[in-house]
């Protein structure tokens, strides 16, 4: 532990500090592109039904990629192009974009298909429009569903950012892979300890903004809450 | 909220209770390693492909001997590698004379072969033995594309000096700290680059960064074949940082018996620099490593 505790290491270019905020911007372009292109893919697919084929094939498939290989070949195919730091950042996120996918499409087509067709035939029977049911009843509905895919994929982005710097890039992988061409045990534990802080961090800040954006209709926690506090009022009218 | 705070506090606090525990090297084993008895000797290389296929003649010329030979091939750069000889994880190991001393003593002064063959005897940790070097030499050059080398007149690492804040040097990631590395090239020749990327120990990565334009100087192998292949200019070492590299043998002295002797001995008077990049130039077209050690073996008579 003492590299994480050496001063030295929290100033300058490879410090610290950089270093996460490397890795959390790889991670979270990452997680927005992957969101835009998830999340109405999935909204679509749920809606309509056409092109469950994509869920159940390629969104599966793509989880099987791995990811380290993938990346250089995607190095050897792009950065030829881009004869800057481009040429590693695009594969990089390219990576990562396509291991974000998954979760979040299959979770958004899950959370769209779950919502109660009572509910959905409720609203159209009290002459909501299409886009409207959609908006209203179930986008909301879905979206503990869609905040769940979005914060596991967002989980899997930020542990495996760290293969950036596999390809010269920064991030907390850079701890990684430093410390293990130079045998330096505490550099690696160091990057292993921050990514899994990190990892945890996102996830428990993203458990809590699902709490506060999922409507309290839809939770059983804040139901039980909410009568809690009636029972507490009852006494006092009675 | 409280709950789960919480939650988040104590998976934190069982992380780092985790990662505090290892406090030694989490790779070491107190144990011998299995099969450290008898005439079996474990082949160990280093993670490119000239140490592997170096590794993979030793194994083959010992096992024409009919000497039991287990292979651990590609397991990491010079400071993991020594630690795994010195521990009995492996017991033989191709490596390169001049790295190896400055490995050792980082303060040597050695540069011709047989200065670094005298030093190296001398600084060799003890246990471990060296045989015989052989000719073959495999130096870490720096090399820059042949349109670099015009532009800014480059003839030797010394003409870099006034362009260095200009170009991104790649590397693989130890040479970050290492004397035969980006230390070194700061104190021996005063470059400052204007970045280190890096990379790979001048595997493909290295040289599509070099031909694609996102490192101007690179750290190549002077027995790559993609070299001469790409029209690369490799930049002479005029101050003699990259000291001689002659591939030597080095073994767990236990092991070191008269016939693996005998037999690494040969091998290492057979090959020549010339037979490295030609062997290099079919492992690079994906040919088969073992293949490639094997005939080699067998038109020098010792498969």
Redesign the interface.
Known sequence: ?NYLFDPRHWTGADSIPTLIGEHLLYSLIALAIAAVIAVPLGIYIGVTGKGVFLIAGLANALRALPSVGLL?LL??LI???????M??ILPSLIVLVLLAVPPILTNTYAGVRAVDAAAVDAARGMGFRTMKILTDVQLPCSLPLVLSGVRSALLQIISTATIA?Y??LGGLG?LL??G??????SQM?AG??LV??LA??FD?LL??IT?RVVSPGLTRRTIKSASAAEAVKTPVTV | ?KK??T??TL??VA??TL??C?G????SSSSTPAGGSGDSIIVGSADFPESQLIAKIYAEALKAKGIQVTEKPSI??R??TI?ALKDGSIDLMPEYGGALLQYLDSATKAVTSEEVTKDLATKIPSGLTLLTASDAEDKDVLAVKKETADKYKLKTIEDIKPVAKELVL?G???W??RLNGVAGLKSVYGLEFKEF???DAGG??TL??L????VQVADLFSTDPALKDNNLVALEDNKNLFLSENIVPVINAKKSTDTVKETLNKVSAALTTEDLITMNGRVAKFEDIGEIAKEWLKSKNLG
Do not use: C, H, W
Not at chain 1, 180 to 185: G, L, R
Not at chain 2, 211 to 214: I, V
């Open positions: 532990m250089i190095v050897l950065s030829p192009a881009f004869p800057s730091k040429g590693y710097a390809i010269s850079r892979i430093d293990k061409a130079q045998n330096d045990y534990v292993a300890v899994a802080l945890l961090f428990q458990a809590f709490r | 909220m789960y705070l939650g988040f998976a934190a992380a780092i990662s505090a290892g030694g090297d989490p790779m990491g750069s400071e993991v630690p790649g693989p990631p130890e970050k700290t990327s890096a990379l493909p990565l599509n960064a031909l694609s334009g996102q």
